[in-house]
């Protein structure tokens, strides 16, 4: 079952930020990972502005998901994200019945 990574963050330097999405990609393709979006804009349909940057991951599985996020060169790229950037990164299983799924409220 898929699992997904969201990650949103304000890039505070540009430049070091590149480092780190110049790095990830082949960190990704390790693990089956592949990005859904990386960065592009975001349009508000209700609440206020979302001002971040947001960009969404696909895993084969929660466990590839895990094991990329704990690889020692995604960890090793990811401090030039952290030196640039303040943000958020979230993982959530996929469910195989999109048709009617449980809402689990």
């Not at 110049?22 to 960190?27: D, G, K, M, Q, R």
């Not at 599985?61 to 094991?67: E, H, I, L, V």
């Not at 990811?78 to 950037?85: G, T």
């Amino acid at each position: 079952m898929p699992a997904y990574i969201v990650c949103t963050m304000i890039i505070h330097d540009p430049e070091t930020y590149r480092k780190y999405t110049a790095l990830t990609p082949a960190t990704l393709a390790r693990y089956g990972g592949k990005f859904l979006t990386r960065g592009e804009a975001i349009v508000s349909l209700e609440g206020p502005a979302f001002t971040h940057r947001q960009v969404l991951l696909e895993f084969p599985d929660t466990n590839a998901a895990q094991a990329w996020y704990n690889d020692a060169d995604y960890q090793s790229a990811s401090a030039f994200r952290r030196m640039a950037s303040k943000g958020q990164m979230y993982l959530q299983a996929g469910s195989d019945n999109t048709a009617a799924p449980d809402p689990k409220v």
